[in-house]
């Protein structure tokens, strides 16, 4: 997505950062970076150095699923991340060119569904993590980004000002979305919107360059965020992401607050408010060069 060579930069970019004590390395001498060396990430996968190298500079694109996963294994990567590098490898479905991402047409029976929560709010995410849709309370919790006609929440986080005050730990949010972000493009192989996205926020945001070339890669799961709303004030949610199985472009994140807390009595007050919404889904532009 970056420059044709993901497989290779993703590599690169996890071996810089793997200490040798992760990937229970012996220690081998003094060295000038924290990470392992091209050779001992070579020897402990059992191909030749020069053959890893190839892989690195992008002169060698097509590793067998054996040679992936032991790459994986030496580089200590977690499941998501060595799902990630068997998708940018293509052992798991073949040499296929584009992926296109689609699925922006949120089911009317999921919708209505959605709106019949009154006290969890909901949205519906594609990959690129626009927001699909959103039950009246959804909308209402992001309304500092929706209310603005933003619909994707990576370039809400690293453009918009309003998203520090919107997050307490704006880092975490912001490391953490990457992640998802990266989890997602593996998916997204030359998808247009998505190369547009990233390349509109890496000219834009010199925090958000640095944090895409770590190459972290984890999917939205379970997590517990905090908020500051304009209307309610601090509120702390723990969300749940949830494959939609008719259309697996899409996961239905869904936020909760701890019962008893103030949180939940903020979300309450907040359901007010999202009471005089409209029951309309929230839908992403297809068109990235407009947010200039």
Do not use: C
């Not at 453009?159 to 949010?173: K, N, Q, S, T």
């Not at 905090?226 to 723990?238: C, D, I, P």
């Amino acid at each position: 997505m970056d420059s044709g060579n993901e497989l290779g930069e993703f590599l690169r970019a996890r071996r810089e950062m793997t200490s040798p004590d992760r990937a229970e390395q012996p220690w081998s001498g003094r060295r000038r970076t924290p990470g392992l060396r091209r050779e001992e990430v070579a020897q402990s996968s059992g191909v030749s150095t020069d053959y890893y190298a190839r892989l690195e500079q992008g002169r060698e694109r097509h590793p067998s699923a054996q040679v992936v996963h032991a790459l994986a294994r030496a580089l200590a990567l977690n499941p998501e991340e060595s799902a990630h590098l068997h998708r940018l490898a293509r052992t798991e479905r073949g040499p296929v060119a584009v992926r296109r991402g689609g699925g922006a047409t949120v089911a009317p029976s999921l919708l209505r569904l959605m709106d019949g929560w009154l006290h969890t709010p909901a949205l519906i995410l594609d990959r690129r993590l626009d927001v699909l849709a959103g039950n009246r309370l959804g909308r209402a919790l992001f309304a500092a980004m929706l209310d603005q006609g933003e619909t994707n929440l990576v370039r809400f986080t690293f453009l918009d000002p309003l998203a520090r005050d919107f997050y307490p730990d704006w880092e975490r949010v912001a490391r953490s979305g990457l992640a998802a972000l990266r989890a997602g493009s593996g998916e997204l192989m030359n998808d247009s919107r998505l190369t547009g996205l990233v390349g509109e926020l890496s000219l834009k945001s010199a925090e958000f360059r640095e944090l895409w070339a770590r190459y972290d890669v984890r999917g939205k799961a379970r997590e517990a965020k905090s908020f500051n709303h304009e209307q309610v004030g601090e509120l702390t949610l723990t969300y749940d992401s949830f494959t939609v199985d008719s259309a697996p472009d899409q996961q239905l994140i869904v936020y909760q607050a701890e019962p008893g807390s103030a949180s939940q009595q903020a979300l309450a007050l907040l359901g007010t408010v999202a009471a005089d919404l409209p029951a309309l889904p929230t839908a992403p532009s297809d068109d990235y060069a407009r947010k200039g």
